[in-house]
């Protein structure tokens, strides 16, 4: 999937075509995907994985410029997927196991459970807002370089959400 991504737009890849490109039949990809959703969801897993074993030394040390950068050169280095995946139409299953996989880290690195509709609401924030952020800056790469992006994330995004943290609404 990630090598036809570098090669065809989302729409034009299909089950059979990445059956033959992993060298498998085509009635293989079925016993193990559902789908090309299915498939796409499980690399957009595997790479929020690997970005969060990545980023999450700079988030522990609260260093967001650090993790915003961290993340825009994580995605410049798998770019064709991320363009697929994130900017190319599949943005809902993207989110979804994003979100889910991010959740699950995050609830696995935590010293205590969530007291309130906070710690939920600020991942869902978290993700969502970062996801539209990387969509629009994969549409507009020739205007919008690396270290800027990241500084827009971290301002927009990682800035707020820490500030949230510290100083919950009363009613949260």
């Known amino acids: 999937m990630t090598e036809l991504a570098a090669e065809l737009p989302l729409e034009a890849i299909t089950a059979r075509a990445i059956a033959a490109r992993a060298g498998v039949g085509y009635a293989t990809f079925f016993r193990h995907y559902a789908d090309k ?3 796409m969801g499980d690399v957009a897993g595997t790479l ?10 700079l988030l522990l040390q609260r260093d967001r410029r650090a993790a915003a950068r961290s993340l825009c050169a994580f995605v410049s280095e798998h770019l064709a997927i991320h363009q697929a995946l994130i900017a190319g139409g599949s943005g809902e299953t993207v989110r979804a196991e994003m979100l889910r996989h991010t959740r ?9 459970q969530a007291d309130g509709p906070l710690d939920d609401l600020m991942l869902f924030h978290l993700v969502s807002a970062t996801l539209n952020l990387l969509a ?3 549409r507009n790469l020739d205007t919008v370089d690396a270290d800027t992006m990241a500084e827009i994330i971290e301002r927009t995004v ?6 949230l943290r510290e100083s919950p609404p009363p009613r949260l």
């Open 37 to 39: 959703d299915a498939l």
């Open 136 to 138: 629009w800056w994969l």
């Open 48 to 57: 929020t994985r690997q970005f969060l074993s990545q980023a999450r030394p």
């Open 158 to 163: 990682l800035t707020p959400i820490s500030g």
């Open 104 to 112: 699950e880290t995050l609830a696995a690195a935590k010293p205590r």
